[in-house]
């Protein structure tokens, strides 16, 4: 059974930091890219950051650039989406998804499997 498991989310302060870890499982990790998305309240859902285990390749959506930084611990199945200097306009739903063929990394449709979500909240 695939399963990706989305934590660390939490309340933070802005200028704050969290690091959001997305554990997988049922598959093969080192096949698959893992992205990031976020959907704010009354907002569409949106590509953050997606990371490719063949070739290492990073994806940032130019409102997180700078910002966020992706990470994959192949050992443990685990990508990591450490997220600093955080905005209020940061605060989502973060779901992590996998895909086998990502071309597109910002794109839903390139992923076959998705996490639950994990709240952030960011205050002003």
């Known amino acids: 059974e695939v399963q990706l498991q989305a934590s660390g989310g939490g309340l933070v302060q802005a200028g704050g930091s969290l690091r959001l870890s997305c554990a997988a499982s049922?598959?093969?990790?080192?096949?698959?890219?893992i992205g990031w998305f976020r959907q704010a309240p009354g907002k569409e859902r949106e590509g953050v950051s997606c990371?490719?285990?063949?070739?290492?390749?990073?994806y940032y959506a130019d409102s997180v650039k700078g910002r966020f930084t992706i990470a994959s611990d192949n050992a443990k199945n685990t990508v990591y989406l450490q997220m600093n200097s955080l905005k209020p306009e940061d605060t989502a739903v973060y779901y992590c998804?996998?895909?086998?063929?990502?071309?597109?990394?910002?794109?839903?449709?390139?992923?076959?499997?998705w996490g639950q979500g994990t709240q952030v909240t960011v205050s002003s």
């Open positions: 049922g598959f093969t990790f080192d096949d698959y890219a």
């Open positions: 990371i490719r285990s063949s070739d290492g390749s990073r």
């Open positions: 998804a996998a895909g086998a063929v990502v071309a597109t990394p910002y794109k839903e449709y390139e992923y076959d499997y």
